[in-house]
């Protein structure tokens, strides 16, 4: 079964500061999805960011980027130019990739607390 | 488009009440999932459904019910609330592709 772990509960940083949080997570499988998802305090799930294991290259979306590494099996969340609106609880998730009608569950984190201070 | 949609938002409920939650999505999604949120243990799969009709279980299915009559709806039915399913519940969907679509949530409390 895949685990995913979150190691920083919570995190704290100044508006524009650059923020890094940390996922690891232990899987037998070779091709899978990782993802990073934000969760304000309206409770919406909001996707961050995805990445295909397949691809070497790491995904970037404006202000948020991801450090990717297969071997290790680490995947961590880089927010530049932080705003008071990231504040949020982030998890990282993993999904299998099942050909045909697998279920394609996702396996999240226990989640990590960031908090951006003016 | 709403997407996905849970209702109720809030439930108040007495240990040994029944209750049943829904999750509607008009994206005509295959998919569609029910999970939990608890303080500290990020979200958990309860049950998931692959198609109109099917049902299977997911991590923690024991207390829960789910039914899929319709491709749009996917309900989540307790049957005899105990305060153990105290709770913020989830829905999502997906089609055939890998991302899931969440809904706003339903926090419910069993005393």
């Known amino acids: 079964a895949q685990t995913v772990t979150q190691s920083q509960p919570e995190m704290s940083v100044q508006e524009a500061e650059t923020v890094t949080l940390s996922c690891t997570y232990d899987?037998?499988?070779?091709?899978?999805?990782l993802f990073w998802y934000k969760q304000p305090p309206s409770r919406q799930m909001i996707l961050v960011i995805r990445?295909?294991?397949?691809?070497?290259q790491n995904a970037t979306e404006n202000r948020f980027s991801v450090n990717f590494q297969k071997a290790a099996k680490s995947f961590s969340l880089k927010i530049s130019d932080s705003q008071l609106g990231d504040t949020a609880m982030y998890f990282c998730?993993?999904?299998?990739?099942?050909?045909?009608?697998?279920?394609?569950?996702?396996?999240f984190g226990q989640g990590t607390r960031l908090t951006i201070n003016p | 488009n709403a997407g996905v949609t849970q209702t109720p938002k809030f439930r108040v409920l007495k240990t040994g009440q029944s209750m049943t939650l829904l999750c509607a999505q008009d994206?005509?999604?295959?998919?569609m999932y029910w999970y939990r949120q608890d303080p500290g243990m990020g979200l958990r799969l309860i049950h998931y459904?692959?198609?109109?009709?099917?049902?299977a279980k997911g991590e923690v299915p024991d207390g829960y019910n789910v039914s899929r009559l319709k491709k749009q709806n996917f309900l989540l039915g307790l049957e005899s609330a105990a305060p153990s399913q105290t709770s913020v519940y989830f829905c999502?969907?997906?089609?055939?592709?890998?991302?899931?679509?969440f809904g706003a949530g339903t926090r419910l409390s069993v005393l």
């Open positions: 899987t037998s499988e070779s091709n899978y999805y």
């Open positions: 459904s692959v198609g109109e009709g099917t049902t």
């Open positions: 990445q295909e294991a397949y691809k070497q």
């Open positions: 994206m005509n999604h295959e998919y």
């Open positions: 998730a993993f999904m299998k990739h099942q050909v045909g009608q697998g279920a394609q569950k996702l396996v």
């Open positions: 999502a969907s997906k089609r055939r592709g890998y991302i899931q679509y």
